[in-house]
């Protein structure tokens, strides 16, 4: 079992930046690959983005966030990160980190998620 806990939400005014953070605890957490999702009122949850668990180099990002977002991962700490930068209030939503067994953009991979994390941009 892998526990998730996000943290760092909060309300941002467009243009500008929040990082959010996930810890992880439990079952070796850095086996896993992590992903960040987010889910708007009224929408699907939808992929963000993900980083390997070997070396924390691979990442992949969903196009509305590329040059914007970056993840990245401190296997010593547990933690996962989510730096957000030049956020418009398209970007509102609940952050969720999630664990999986692969760098995957599909939900379905996944086994562990956390509770998520607001995140709201005003115009």
């Known amino acids: 079992q892998v526990q998730l806990r996000e943290s760092g939400g909060g309300l941002v005014q467009a243009g500008g930046s929040l990082r959010l953070s996930c810890a992880s605890s439990g079952r070796t957490p850095s086996m896993y690959a992590m992903g960040w999702f987010r889910q708007a009122p009224g929408k699907e949850r939808e992929f963000v983005g993900c980083i390997t668990w070997r070396s924390g180099r691979d990442t992949n990002y969903a196009d509305s966030v590329k040059g914007r977002f970056t993840i990245s991962r401190d296997n010593d700490k547990n933690r996962v990160y989510l730096q957000m930068n030049t956020l418009n209030p398209e970007d509102t939503a609940v952050y969720y980190c999630?664990?999986?067994?692969?760098?995957?953009?599909?939900?379905?991979?996944?086994?562990?998620w956390g509770q998520g994390t607001q995140v709201t941009v005003t115009s």
């Open positions: 999630a664990a999986g067994n692969f760098n995957s953009a599909a939900e379905d991979s996944y086994a562990y």
